[in-house]
């Protein structure tokens, strides 16, 4: 049996989870007072933008992400790379239904 010594266990203080949670709940009133705003072209920017933010707070604070061994964050990372293969794939498609290259509507 191996003897372990060292703890690699993290701990987080309380204060730190009610900071981060305390950010999560300001972040999502902000999420709602800039969809009551009309910011034009910007809206969808401002949007993501805060969207990501709460996302990075949960992953590298409550899934613990930031103490984490390189294969979590790497794990991580692909999955948010996946994510953005499928964004582009999805949007291209999208994007190109009236696309004046097809003279067919719908192939």
Known sequence: MTDHTHS????TSRKTYFLVFLALMILTVLTWAVAQVDLGWANDIVALGIAFTKTMLVLLFFMHV???TRMT?????A???WLAIMLFYTLSDYFTRGSE??????K
């Open 66 to 68: 930031r103490h984490s």
């Open 79 to 81: 999955g948010f790379f």
């Open 8 to 11: 690699s266990h993290h701990i």
């Open 73 to 77: 964050i790497l794990t991580a990372a």
């Open 101 to 106: 290259i097809l003279p067919i509507p719908g």
